[in-house]
């Protein structure tokens, strides 16, 4: 006897899971992350979570066009130094070897 599985409930399941897993970092807790070329930042034009699920599905077809796009990219060197001197609060989701930061919105 076979299952159904509903991929809906499936990725409604890891968006969740994800999204309990986001955290709040400051960049210099990051930088060792940083320098080992683990850390992609991710668009504010795009919802962190959403973004993550893709990666952990490898979703090529999501995940190239915001690459091509420079939607999701590796900070810059010059955006490093930055996040360093403010100490940069940044909304974090670690998707291994990944970890997936997104500059926090004042509200």
Same mark, same amino acid.
């Given at each position: 006897?076979?299952?159904?599985?509903?991929?809906?409930?499936?990725?409604?399941?890891?968006?969740?899971?994800?999204l309990g897993e986001t955290a709040r970092? @400051?960049?210099?807790?990051?930088?060792?992350?940083?320098? $080992?070329?683990?850390?992609?930042? *991710?668009?504010?034009?795009?919802? =962190? !979570?959403?973004?993550?699920?893709?990666?952990?599905?490898?979703?090529?077809?999501?995940?190239?066009?915001?690459?091509?796009?420079?939607?999701?990219?590796?900070?810059?060197? @010059?955006?490093?130094?930055?996040?360093?001197?403010?100490? $940069?609060?940044?909304?974090?989701? *670690?998707?291994?070897?990944?970890? =997936? !930061?997104?500059?926090?919105?004042?509200?």
């Open positions: 006897m076979s299952v159904a599985v509903d991929e809906s409930s499936t990725q409604d399941a890891l968006l969740a899971k994800l970092c @400051e960049w210099r807790d990051l930088e060792r992350f940083f320098a $080992q070329g683990k850390v992609l930042c *991710v668009s504010d034009a795009h919802d =962190l !979570v959403v973004v993550g699920a893709a990666i952990a599905n490898d979703d090529a077809d999501t995940i190239t066009p915001m690459i091509d796009a420079g939607e999701l990219t590796a900070p810059s060197n @010059e955006l490093a130094r930055q996040w360093h001197a403010d100490n $940069q609060l940044l909304w974090t989701l *670690v998707i291994a070897p990944y970890v =997936l !930061v997104q500059e926090t919105r004042a509200d």
